[in-house]
């Protein structure tokens, strides 16, 4: 999650683990859904997501002293705050009284809304509100344990690709892996795999099995075929369910470290933008060179209508992945859709794991982070993100008979 202060460099860890279905947070409710359902309302879809009203997420602007920041909570009446450990320009500040956080709230965005260049108000970049987002996912036979055996599976030096996948954790022991050495030591002595942003730790091992599933379909694509790196970034608990401000922290450590990013989880806004996550979308937009590969959720949703984030941000390095079904003839009956909001379908119904199958655009995002890394492996590590989507699209198989759109209306395989 976030951490009082962050001496350390950066430390990846990947690892692979666990079985069960359902995928990018799979509500129970979407299994039997009607297919010719559209999008609904923001009511409907926001009851796995709880705004946490004593607490605010912010990003400092880049110029703010130390003393400027002290001097903000002291104004302000912050109780306490947690500041990310990879970035001490993003803080976590927790209120005693929800009205406080109201009156927080109304003052900076009063004041960053103001052109008076001497208002000393204009120190906070953005503020966002905190909530949690549940998943709805559970996954049989994951154990309580640790990677105990994860430094057999480090590679010492970062060679080829590396992807980070923000989520759940991943158990390298798990035996999709191979005992292959995959695992993105980084460049730290400190921290020998990745971080655990929910426990402040660097122990990233998959309780809820969700990472270790993105993650071993990503290994399976690309296990010798190229050289690459997974760099494991916890921060869903163990359940599974997350927290914004640790989205927030994992997404800048993984930005600043991977090549490409996948996100394989997400949340709908409530209809009135309170949900959408400035700092996180500012996040992407300052690492224009990382490729952010995205799922477009499960509710059946028209994303174009009602946002899904992170994937329905609109910054030029963010793929959004919506499912198709088990034999790719149209798009999977959960998978959300979007003629704008949403790229290119992956195969993401009845994929084989371990000693289960899987559905969700989870899966399919996994596929597509993996299609893309050989890409930009093949191009010498050259290709910028807008050139592997524009890959992505030339070769992909046409949907244009699908019944639902995205942008492209094409199925990366």
């Not at 859709?337 to 199958?357: H, M, Q």
Request: glycine share 6%.
């Amino acid at each position: 999650m976030k951490k009082l202060i962050s001496p350390f460099i950066l430390v990846i860890l990947v690892v692979f683990s666990c079985s069960q279905k359902d995928e990018e947070f799979f509500n129970d409710e979407n299994l039997n859904k009607n297919k010719t359902a559209f999008s609904r309302e923001a009511s409907e879809l926001q009851n796995n997501t709880t705004i946490i009203e004593n607490e605010l997420v912010l990003q400092y602007v880049a110029e703010i002293t130390e003393i400027q920041k002290e001097e903000l909570r002291l104004e302000y009446n912050v109780l306490s705050y947690e500041v990310c450990f990879c970035s001490n320009d993003i803080e976590i500040w927790t209120f005693e009284e929800v009205i406080q956080a109201e009156h927080a709230t109304a003052s900076l965005k009063s004041s960053d809304d103001d052109d008076d260049d001497d208002d000393d108000g204009i120190l906070v970049k953005h503020i966002d509100n905190q909530f949690e987002f549940s998943s709805n996912y559970s996954s049989d036979g994951f154990q309580g344990a640790s990677n105990i055996n994860y430094l057999s599976n480090l590679v010492s030096v970062n060679q080829g690709v590396t992807i980070a996948v923000v989520d759940s954790g991943i158990d390298s022991n798990h035996p999709v892996f191979n005992q292959a050495q995959f695992l993105y030591n980084g460049n730290s002595s400190i921290m020998p795999s990745g971080w655990n942003f929910v426990n402040n730790d660097n122990n990233i091992y998959d309780y809820s099995g969700h990472g270790t599933q993105v993650s071993s379909i990503i290994h399976e694509e690309l296990y010798n075929n190229i050289f690459y790196n997974l760099l494991g970034v916890k921060v869903l608990n163990n359940d599974g369910n997350g927290r914004y401000s640790d989205v927030v922290c994992g997404t800048q450590y993984a930005c600043e470290n991977a090549d490409i990013v996948t996100e394989a989880f997400g949340w709908h806004d409530d209809g009135s933008g309170n949900l959408k996550g400035d700092i996180l979308s500012s996040i992407f937009e300052n690492h224009p060179n990382v490729l952010v590969v995205t799922s477009a959720g499960n509710n059946e949703n028209d994303n174009d209508i009602l946002q899904h984030y992170p994937s329905s941000y609109t910054h030029e390095n963010i793929i959004a992945v919506a499912a198709s079904n088990t034999n790719s003839s149209d798009i999977a009956s959960f998978s959300n859709y979007g003629g704008i909001s949403v790229d290119f379908y992956a195969k993401g119904e009845g994929i084989l794991f371990y000693d289960t199958e899987l559905s969700g655009t989870s899966f399919s995002a996994s596929y597509v982070a993996a299609r893309a890394a050989a890409v930009l492996y093949q191009s010498n590590m050259s290709y910028s993100p807008a050139e592997l989507i524009d890959y992505l699209d030339s070769n992909g198989t046409p949907a244009a008979n699908f019944s639902r759109a995205t942008k492209y209306s094409k199925v990366i395989e």
